[in-house]
C-alpha cells in the first residue's frame, strides 16, 4: 500500500469514528435586544427542533454538515440561518435578531382606526420597571383567609348523607332504647351515659363541612425578592388540603414583571400584558375609563391571547392615566399550563399611598379543581396594611430561614380575629366557627381532661 493511500485512508477512518455531535446555542433577541421566548427553532429537512426558553436562549445538537436553521415566531419575520458544522469540542454560539414584522401593525389600521389600548399598554410598558421598583424596603402586616366555596350541587349531596347519617343514628336510638327497656335496671351504665351524644357528633359533622384557614402575618421584603414573615396568628378550620396561599411566601404573582413564574401553579411563566413583546402575544381593546380621587383616568383594558397556549393570560388590566402604573388586575390563567388546578383567577388591587407610592393592597384567588371524585372550589382573600418603606434591616436579617411563628400564633381566641379581620364573617362561616370553638373549649376545660384521663 503506498503512502498516499495509508494517509487517505487514515483521514477517512479519522472522519468516520471522531465524527461527534457539536452543540448549537445562543440567544434570540429583538433589535433592541430584549429576548425573545418561546420562539420556533427548528432544522430544514430533519425532525430536530426546539423553542427558546424565557430567556430567549436555544440550544441544538448537530453533526458535521451544512444546515439551515429556521427560526419563527407570530409577529416577527422568518428567520433562516445557515451554518456548516465542523468536528470541534467546542461549542458553536449563534446568537439571532428578529425583525418585527410590518404586516401586525398594517393589518390593524387597514381594519380601523388603531385601539388606544396599545398606546397606553406601551406606555404602561415603558414606565414598569419605575412603578414596580419604588421602594427598597418594606414592612406589612397582611390578613389571609382561604376557604372551600361548597356549591350548590355539592351542598345536595352533603345534606343527602346528613339525611342518611341522620336515620342512622335514629335507628341506632332505638335499639337502644329498646335494650334499655328490656335490660335489668341495675345493669344500666347511667354514669357513661351520654344524651347529648348524638347531638355533639352532628355539630362536629357540620363543624367539618367546611374547610377554612385564617391566619396574620407580618411581611418583611426587600427588594427584588427577598422576603421574611412573622407568623402572628393561625386557624385551621377543618382541612387546608387543595387551598391555595396560606403564606406570603408562596408566590410573587408581579405583573410588573414581563414573565410571571408562579411555579407552585405552573412549570412555565405566563406571559405579562406589560411584557415588551407583548402585542406579539395579545389583543388589546380599551373598554371603559373613569376617574380616581385624583381626577386621573383609569382604563380598564381586555386582553385576550392571540393564539391558544399554556404561557397567555385572559381577563382586563387598568392602567392609571400619567403614571401608567397598575391600578387593578382580573386575569384567568390558561388551563392547560396549571399543575393541580383546572381553572385559576387572579385580581389585585394597587393603591397609592401618601407620599404617591403605589402598593398591592388587596389580592383574590379563586380556583378549582377534582377532589377525591368531588369537585373542589376554593377562595383566598389577602388584604395588606400598616405599610412602613424604607425599613432600616440589620445585616443578614433576610436569610434562609422565610418565616417565623410566634408562641401566641396557635392561640388566639375569638376577640382577638374579630379585632383583625378587615371584613367581618360571613353567617355560615360564623356558625361553623362558633361551634368549633365551643367545641375546642369543651375538649380543652379542666372537667373534660379530668374526665377523660380519669385522674
Not at 355539592?154 to 336515620?167: C, G, H, M, S, T
Not at 388590566?317 to 381553572?343: A, H, R, V
Request: proline content about 3%.
Amino acid at each position: 500500500m503506498s503512502i498516499k493511500t495509508s494517509i487517505l485512508v487514515l483521514l477517512l477512518l479519522a472522519v468516520f469514528t471522531g465524527a461527534t455531535a457539536q452543540v448549537v446555542n445562543g440567544f434570540v433577541q429583538d433589535r433592541n435586544n430584549v429576548p425573545v421566548p418561546f420562539v420556533s427553532v427548528y432544522v430544514k429537512h430533519t425532525a430536530m427542533q426546539t423553542e427558546t426558553d424565557a430567556d430567549g436562549r436555544y440550544s441544538l445538537r448537530l453533526d458535521p454538515g451544512d444546515y439551515e436553521i429556521v427560526f419563527d415566531l407570530t409577529g416577527f419575520e422568518q428567520k433562516t440561518v445557515y451554518l456548516f458544522i465542523t468536528q470541534s469540542k467546542k461549542d458553536v454560539i449563534k446568537n439571532v435578531w428578529l425583525k418585527k414584522a410590518e404586516e401586525l401593525d398594517e393589518v390593524v389600521i387597514k381594519k380601523r382606526r388603531r385601539d388606544p389600548a396599545y398606546e397606553i399598554i406601551a406606555k404602561a410598558v415603558s414606565a414598569r420597571k419605575d412603578n414596580d421598583f419604588q421602594f427598597n424596603t418594606c414592612r406589612t402586616e397582611v390578613y389571609i383567609k382561604a376557604k372551600e366555596v361548597i356549591s350548590e350541587q355539592e351542598k345536595k349531596k352533603r345534606e343527602r348523607a346528613k339525611e342518611e347519617a341522620k336515620k342512622k343514628r335514629q335507628e341506632a336510638k332505638k335499639k337502644k332504647e329498646e335494650a334499655r327497656a328490656n335490660a335489668d335496671p341495675e345493669k344500666v351504665d347511667a354514669q357513661n351515659y351520654d344524651p347529648f351524644k348524638e347531638a355533639k357528633e352532628a355539630r362536629v359533622k357540620l363543624a367539618n363541612s367546611m374547610n377554612l384557614v385564617e391566619t396574620q402575618i407580618t411581611r418583611n421584603f426587600q427588594y427584588p425578592n427577598k422576603i421574611k414573615e412573622i407568623k402572628n396568628a393561625y386557624k385551621k378550620y377543618g382541612d387546608d388540603k387543595g387551598l391555595y396561599y396560606l403564606s406570603t411566601t408562596e408566590e410573587d404573582l408581579n405583573w410588573y414583571q414581563g414573565l410571571v413564574s408562579a411555579s407552585t401553579l405552573a412549570e412555565n411563566p405566563f406571559i405579562s400584558p406589560l411584557n415588551a413583546t407583548s402585542v406579539l402575544s395579545y389583543k388589546f381593546k380599551l373598554e371603559e375609563q373613569g376617574m380616581d380621587e385624583k381626577n386621573r383616568f383609569v382604563y380598564k383594558i381586555r386582553v385576550t391571547p392571540r393564539k391558544k397556549g399554556n404561557t397567555t393570560v385572559s381577563g382586563h388590566i387598568w392602567i392609571t392615566d400619567q403614571l401608567f402604573s397598575i391600578k387593578k388586575i382580573d386575569l384567568s390563567l390558561p388551563k392547560g399550563g396549571l399543575l393541580f388546578y383546572d381553572e385559576f383567577r387572579v385580581q389585585q388591587e394597587y393603591n397609592e399611598l401618601d407620599d404617591s407610592t403605589w402598593l398591592i393592597t388587596k389580592q383574590e384567588f379563586d380556583y378549582k379543581t377534582r377532589m377525591s371524585k368531588r369537585e373542589f372550589k376554593g377562595n383566598t382573600v389577602i388584604t395588606y396594611q400598616d405599610f412602613e418603606l424604607n425599613v432600616a434591616y440589620p445585616k443578614r436579617y433576610f436569610s434562609n430561614e422565610l418565616g417565623i411563628v410566634t408562641k401566641e400564633a396557635y392561640e388566639r381566641d375569638s376577640s382577638y380575629w374579630s379585632k383583625l379581620r378587615p371584613k367581618p364573617l360571613t353567617i355560615e362561616e360564623q356558625n361553623i366557627i362558633a361551634i368549633k370553638d365551643s367545641i375546642h373549649a369543651v375538649e380543652t376545660s379542666e372537667k373534660y381532661l379530668t374526665r377523660s384521663t380519669g385522674k
